[in-house]
């Protein structure tokens, strides 16, 4: 209640910050500021503090997901484009709370990767990459639930092709598991570095061991960079190696 009381006292004095980062130090026990940290974020506040709601947010737990829905009608504001980032961010943290965004996360996807939704003052790549990436990682937290927005990762990753953005949708694919092995092969081939090493984590993520991702991992150990022949010599070591069985409980029958 102090901290709240303090919160709602300070305004937009520049303690405002100090006071947010403490709700979110408390945990659950300062959800009852989860109200007015969502009113701050969606009214608009620095981006420190910003990052200090969001943290507080996801601290928060399952008390901040009647929250939800409030959040994800921002998101429809194609004017509030600055913000819708940090929504999605909020969101995914609410994930493991039982926050289902499917719906949500495909659409903000959609929105980033297309050129339609958003003013001409939001459409550089940059600023589109920004929010196309807060919605996989909302995908990533969903995980194999997130299989029927493997379409809109692949769209995602051909529209932001040149930017690290391709190797987040391919650590996304290895959260969703074997549905999205095909694409995790074909990105062992991509001629960016860390899209092959996210690839090579991705496979091992999923714990494909078929003739066909134990083949294209072959392939990679032979790459012309050190760092992913290793990576991908460790992948094939941990997907190859046999399962360790597991010991009989003694018989103490007489």
């Known amino acids: 209640p102090a901290l709240l009381a303090r919160l709602r006292k300070a305004g ?133 639930a997130a299989e029927p927005a493997l379409p809109d990762l692949d769209r995602a990753a051909q529209a932001f092709e040149h930017s690290d953005l391709r190797a987040v949708v391919v650590a996304a694919c290895g959260a969703i598991g074997p549905a999205a092995v095909p694409q995790i092969i074909a990105a062992l081939a991509h001629p960016w570095r860390d899209v092959r090493i996210a690839a090579i984590n991705a496979l091992l993520q999923t714990g494909d061991t078929s003739a066909e991702a134990r083949d294209a991992l072959a392939r990679v150990e032979s790459d012309s960079i050190r760092m992913v022949r290793a990576a991908a010599t460790s992948a094939m070591k941990k997907l190859t190696a046999p399962k360790k069985r597991r010991p009989r409980p003694a018989n103490t029958n007489p």
């Not at 974020?41 to 990052?51: N, S, T, V």
Request: with cysteine; hydrophobic share 50%; glycine share 14%.
């Open 12 to 144: 937009a004095a520049a303690g405002r910050g100090v006071v947010i980062e403490a709700l979110g130090a408390a945990g659950p026990a300062g959800a009852a500021a989860a109200a007015d940290l969502v009113r701050l974020l969606l009214e608009g506040c620095q981006d420190y503090e910003a990052g200090a709601i969001t943290h507080a947010l996801h601290g928060f737990g399952a008390a901040a997901l009647p929250f939800a829905g409030q959040l994800a009608g921002a998101l429809d504001q194609p004017t509030r484009g600055d913000l819708h980032q940090r929504v999605l961010e909020v969101l995914a943290g609410l994930v493991p709370h039982g926050y289902d965004g499917l719906a949500v996360f495909r659409e903000a996807l959609r929105r980033a990767v297309g050129t339609e939704f958003y003013p001409e003052d939001f459409r550089d790549t940059y600023r589109r990459a920004a929010v196309a990436r807060a919605a996989v990682a909302g995908l990533a937290a969903l995980g194999r």
